[in-house]
């Protein structure tokens, strides 16, 4: 198992940038594909990015290609995603995943791990 707790949200200007970290322990971090998540009011979660064990490999959800990087310190037990060019429909809670299968993003309930979410609103 793996417990993850992410940190970084907060308000922030359309235009803007924020970066987003989560902080993993319980298991070997290599091991796990993890990746991000949204939900905003209303709607349905939201797959955003997703990163392999070894950090070769990443794949964007199509909303936020070109302006999110998911990246991953393997030896810290972090991963984080650097948001740019933020956009008020970038508002949402962001969560972190995790799961021994890269592909599990395309699994309609996700991840297996979650961590608790951190809010991030982008004002216009």
């Known amino acids: 198992q793996v417990q993850l707790v992410e940190s970084g949200g907060g308000l922030v200007q359309a235009g803007g940038s924020l970066r987003l970290s989560c902080a993993a322990s319980?298991?070997?971090?290599?091991?796990?594909?993890m990746g991000w998540y949204r939900q905003a009011p209303g709607k349905e979660r939201e797959f955003v990015a997703v990163i392999s064990g070894s950090g070769g490999t990443k794949y964007y959800g199509d909303s936020v290609k070109g302006r999110f990087t998911i990246s991953r310190d393997n030896a810290k037990n972090t991963v984080s995603l650097q948001m740019n060019s933020l956009k008020p429909e970038d508002t949402a809670v962001y969560y972190c995943a995790g799961d021994r299968e890269y592909l599990a993003y395309r699994r309609p309930k996700g991840f297996d791990y979650w961590g608790q979410g951190t809010q991030v609103t982008v004002s216009s």
């Open positions: 319980g298991s070997i971090f290599s091991t796990y594909a």
